[in-house]
């Protein structure tokens, strides 16, 4: 079974904080995204990447920013939390084959920024 | 303008089949149709996905008219643990990557 692990399911964080979130794949998938989740405006995606060291903004890029060393693990930065990052994060990833679309989610990390 | 048009919320008994409508009445001929579902506190889960044949996996079928304007997930024997928020998205394969949108779904619960 493909299994995608995000470091934390709970994190809660002060304002001006940096925070790292970290997402781990272990199927050899080349394409990993990290998406927000908020009541009301449904998926939204921040990045993604389909090779290592490779990024591509998503919709909604603001604030935040990623790494990608390793073909195994995608990690989504917030250089300095703000309230209106308070968020469901989802990490997903996908191979070249499945597509991007036949995506595999870890189980979410609960960001609340205080 | 939302691609796909499907029922907010549906019951099903446990045991049963449940046949989750979706209408994408503006379907072009290289979109395909995939369905993911949200178990409440989890990731969204992948499903099934199809062109313009039916399909099947070891998680539920998919019927896709003739016409491709509607299609159904068929989840052939549900369970409690099928209780979910279920996804309906059309997509051609060259639209810019990664681009999940997922609009408000199907809440299903199933029950006793």
């Known amino acids: 079974d493909v299994k995608v692990t995000q470091s934390s399911r709970y994190l809660v964080k002060r304002t001006g904080e940096k925070v790292f979130l970290e997402c781990v794949q272990d199927m050899d998938h080349e394409n990993m995204f990290w998406y927000r989740q908020d009541p009301g405006l449904g998926l939204r995606l921040i990045y993604f990447?389909?090779?290592?060291?490779?990024?591509e903004k998503g919709d909604i890029p603001e604030g935040y920013s990623v790494s990608r060393e390793k073909k195994e693990r995608f990690s989504l930065i917030l250089e300095s939390a703000s309230t209106n990052q308070t968020s469901m994060y989802l990490c997903a990833s996908s191979s070249l084959a499945g597509g991007d679309y036949e995506q595999y989610f870890g189980p979410g990390t609960r960001l609340t920024v205080t | 303008d939302a691609k796909t048009t499907q029922p907010p919320s549906m019951d099903c008994a446990e045991g049963r089949a449940a046949n989750l409508p979706c209408n994408h009445s503006?379907?072009?001929?290289?979109?395909?149709v995939y369905w993911y579902r949200q178990i409440h506190s989890q990731g969204p889960q992948y499903i099934i996905h199809?062109?313009?044949n039916n399909e099947t996996n070891e998680m539920a079928s998919l019927i896709i008219t003739e016409d491709r304007k509607s299609s159904t997930l068929i989840l052939p024997h549900a369970t409690l643990r099928d209780t979910a928020v279920y996804y309906c998205?059309?997509?051609?394969?060259?639209?810019?990557?990664?681009?999940?949108?997922f609009g408000a779904g199907t809440q299903v619960v199933v029950t006793p």
């Open positions: 503006t379907i072009s001929g290289n979109e395909y």
């Open positions: 199809g062109l313009k």
């Open positions: 990447s389909y090779d290592v060291k490779m990024k």
């Open positions: 998205i059309v997509r051609s394969l060259t639209d810019s990557w990664g681009k999940l949108q």
